[in-house]
Structures are given as structure tokens and as C-alpha cells.
């Protein structure tokens, strides 16, 4: 069955300082992968996609993340963080059935000064 | 244009009550999908509404149902609430099935079942 894991509940990093956010998933073949982010009281936005070709992709907000399909893992990235990405960031695997998206529990961002 | 749209935002019911929760997609989009998001956790999957028919259910009782309309509005209703209903509803829309996945959310529609 198609899983997704985050490894970290939360993280704390520093404003300005780099982020790495891991990600891993079970799928029996190429996966479509995706990045939410869900700010406090607000649904969810997506941040990056992943469908093939080029494993590292660029998404909104300056993150990126880089798919490794021999570590089955889709680690998001930003090299600089702002205190305004404090918030909930989601991985998640598409079935490409095309029918149901398969959220990771989500790991909470916390940025201080 | 209009994103995703979903009511009410905020919800009150008991035990053995019955809850309709309603979502209006993005501009443009056919496809409709419900997920329902505890306190703390990811997004779980309900199911997916396509041409008025539900394509596909997660793991998720009877007592959870749904309708999309014409105008490919949606409802999710559950009937007969128990505690663990508590959660933020989350609709999200897309364009066409079997879709990328990729998807639209509302901003939800939080229960509270006491």
C-alpha cells in the first residue's frame, strides 16, 4: 500500500538559516510528489510537483526539492528561511490510478528571530 | 476568479446528529475530493466525485456520504456523529480523472461533535 513518512513532527531553525524537511514514500512505481503548505486556520497550498523528468524542481516561496527514487525520498529545501514560512508543510504521494493523494502526518515548521 | 469555497467554517453538533457540509470548486474545475484532517495529523482521503458519480472511497464508514451536482458542487454529510467525527473537512478541487493529484484546497470546514 502507498504510504508517505516525515520522519520530523516539528523542526525549529533559525531566520536566514538553510531548511531541510525529509520526506519518504512507498509506491510500487513512479510516483507523483507533491509539497503542501497550511498555514494556521487555512487550507492547504501547494508548494512543488513532481510528475518526472528532472529530479530537482523548483517550486513557489523559493523552495525546492530534490526526488531520489533509490532513496524513495522527495526532501524539500530552501536555502534561506523567512520568519513568514513558520507553518505545516505536507508531503504527498498521487496515485496514478488518479484517484486518491496520500498525505504524509506533516511536519510544523518553527522559525525564530 | 473564485477558489475553492466551503460552508460553514465552523461547526457545533452532538452525538447522533447529522451534519451537511458543502464546497464550491475552483473556476474551471470538474472534480471534486473530501479529506478529513484530525488535530495533528495529515489529510486522510474520504472520497472523490466525478460526472455526479463517486469514483473512488477511502477507508471511511457508510455514514459518510456525498453529491456533486451539475454545477460540480459537492456535499459531504455524515450522519449518526460520534466524537471521533472531530476534525477540519477539507475540500479540494481539480480538473478532469484520473487526475496528477494535484489539487485545490478550501479553507475547510472545522466540527466539533460533543
Known amino acids: 500500500a502507498q504510504s508517505v513518512t516525515q520522519p520530523d513532527i516539528h523542526i525549529t531553525v533559525s531566520e536566514g538559516a538553510s531548511l531541510e524537511l525529509r520526506c519518504n514514500y512507498s509506491?510500487?512505481?513512479?510516483?507523483?510528489l507533491f509539497w503542501y503548505v497550511q498555514s494556521p486556520g487555512q487550507g492547504l497550498q501547494l508548494l512543488l510537483k513532481?510528475?518526472?523528468?528532472?529530479?530537482l524542481v523548483q517550486g513557489i516561496k523559493g523552495f525546492e526539492a530534490e526526488f531520489k527514487r533509490s532513496q524513495s525520498s522527495f526532501n524539500l529545501r530552501k536555502p534561506s528561511v523567512h520568519w513568514s514560512d513558520a507553518a505545516e508543510y505536507f508531503c504527498?504521494?498521487?496515485?496514478?490510478?488518479?484517484?486518491?493523494?496520500?498525505f504524509g502526518a506533516g511536519t510544523r515548521l518553527f522559525v525564530k528571530a | 476568479d473564485a477558489g475553492v469555497t466551503q460552508s460553514p467554517t465552523h461547526l457545533i453538533k452532538t452525538r447522533g446528529q447529522q451534519v451537511t457540509l458543502r464546497c464550491s470548486p475552483k473556476?474551471?474545475?470538474?472534480?471534486v475530493s473530501w479529506y478529513q484532517q484530525a488535530l495533528g495529523q495529515g489529510p486522510q482521503f474520504i472520497f472523490q466525485?466525478?460526472?455526479?458519480?463517486?469514483?473512488q472511497r477511502g477507508n471511511f464508514p457508510d455514514r459518510f456520504s456525498g453529491h456533486q451536482f451539475p454545477n460540480y458542487s459537492s456535499e459531504l454529510n455524515v450522519n449518526a456523529l460520534l466524537l471521533g467525527d472531530s476534525a477540519l473537512y477539507l475540500c479540494?478541487?481539480?480538473?478532469?480523472?484520473?487526475?496528477?493529484?494535484?489539487?485545490?484546497f478550501g479553507e475547510g470546514s472545522r466540527l466539533t461533535v460533543l
Open positions: 473556476s474551471g474545475h470538474d472534480t
Open positions: 479540494a478541487s481539480s480538473y478532469g480523472t484520473p487526475n496528477t493529484g494535484e489539487l485545490f
Open positions: 509506491y510500487g512505481a513512479t510516483p507523483y
Open positions: 504527498a504521494v498521487g496515485d496514478t490510478g488518479g484517484f486518491k493523494t496520500i
Open positions: 513532481y510528475f518526472s523528468g528532472d529530479t
Open positions: 466525485y466525478y460526472e455526479e458519480e463517486e469514483r
